[in-house]
């Protein structure tokens, strides 16, 4: 199987592509990572939210530390002016929403993924796949033009909204635009907001401020008034009156770097694995960016998808396919979760007339005063709460005699966790890892065994 040229051929080097390239690499798999923009080229910044379950999930890594450096924790988050989620009560050693540029992300992740061996090769763009019982093959073309041809065992689409994979695979991304003419831009700020992340809806607005941490903040806003296509010019002054509109001030916004308009869609592919091909992210699914969960919920894909492509292609899954169509069983719920949340997010910041006003005013109430309510909905943004079915649900960072959890968790590797003094055999599972971290209880009066996924799931 050598003479494929790549394992696995990742398109698409955002957060998603990057973390899962770098977890194959580090599996000791052979991994390439194409992306079409030019080296030196960032991604646009859209996200500034880095959730609990995300920095779980780069602790695992060795990364989590690091990030949390670059940002400023959010312990309380307000929706339309009020108090709405206090994160300080999540079960997690991060309780709370990190706010960071999406760069920073990148950056700690392709410095893991370059130090993992991942071939990185930017300018590169995908036009064409084909796929048979044994491999992969990609038509590509590089930085000069030049078509080329790939081979590999595996292919993921990390490729965004405008997946070039999900487009040559023929699948459908089936929703609509659930908000239009959104403006953005990034600016100055003569006046600093009263809060850290700012949002707000008002009769025909709203607006979100976010900063950079450098001087510069992130604007984006929405005005029922000026519903035009994408391509209308848009100026300072238009966003200026939103946020006026949505806040009371502008906060003396001046010097925008650059400033945009674009729609915001709700979009699901109905398959995330066709044969040899994946999906993960917004190649398949895109919602809209209310609770800050786009790339939290990619990041969270890769991590599903990672160890099972790897347990595959080291032939320790006795069933494949099961064990890659459970990535699909697993995470398109979640996908659909997201959209369902973040849509109702949206569609109460749009809320027009005194009716459904006061719904989002009682929606904030239930947030803040209804435990129950409060947790469930704390535990779905942040994806503490996520599980996958009764039988695989998160394991928070367990002290353990050896260290903790989420430390031993950064081989990679299954960890067999069992009381001291005993040493036993794996249960049941369709995967027979080779390698496996054993460890046992600080607490002496624990007595059950627990094997925990790459991932951090029960088993």
Known sequence: MNHLDTDVLV?????????????????????????????????????????????EQLDARGLADELVATGTPL?????????????????SRFPYLLVTPQYEVERVLERRARSTGVDVRYGTELRGLDQDTDRVTAEITGPDGT???????????????????????????????????LVLADVRLAEEPEDLLRVNGADDAFAFIAPFGDGWYRVMGWNRARQVPDTEPVDLDELREITRLAFGTDYG????????????????????????????????????????QGMNTGLQDAANLSWKLAAVLHGDAPDPDALLDSYQAERHPVGAA??????????????????LRTARTLAAQLLTKVPPVSAKATGMISGIGISYGRAHRRVPDLRLREGRLYELLRAGEFVLIAPEGTTPGLPAAPTTPARLVRATWADPTLRTTLLVRPDSYTY
């Not at 973390?19 to 390439?32: E, I, K, N, P, S």
């Not at 002016?81 to 079960?91: E, F, Y």
């Not at 081979?151 to 993921?156: D, G, K, W």
């Not at 695979?169 to 908000?179: D, E, M, N, Q, S």
């Open 11 to 55: 398109v698409g080097a955002g957060p998603t592509g990057m973390l899962l390239a770098g977890d194959l690499a580090a599996a000791g798999l052979r991994v390439t990572l194409l992306e079409r923009r030019p080296a030196g080229i960032s991604n646009m910044t859209r996200a500034f939210a880095v959730h609990a379950r995300t920095l």
């Open 75 to 91: 312990s309380r988050l307000r929706i339309f002016g009020r108090p709405a989620l206090d994160l300080s009560r999540l079960p």
């Open 147 to 181: 078509p080329t041809t790939l081979h590999a065992h595996y292919l993921v689409g990390t490729d965004g909204v405008r997946s070039a994979v999900r487009t040559a695979l023929g699948l459908p991304f089936p929703g609509t635009a659930v908000i239009r003419s």
């Open 253 to 292: 916004m001046h010097d925008a770097r650059w400033i945009s308009r674009f729609h915001s869609d709700e979009r699901q592919a109905p398959a995330y694995r066709v044969g040899r091909v994946l999906l993960a992210g917004d190649a398949a699914h895109v919602h809209s960016p209310a609770g800050g």
């Open 338 to 355: 997201v959209l369902r949340s973040s849509g109702a997010i949206i569609r109460l910041a749009m809320a027009r007339g005194p009716l």
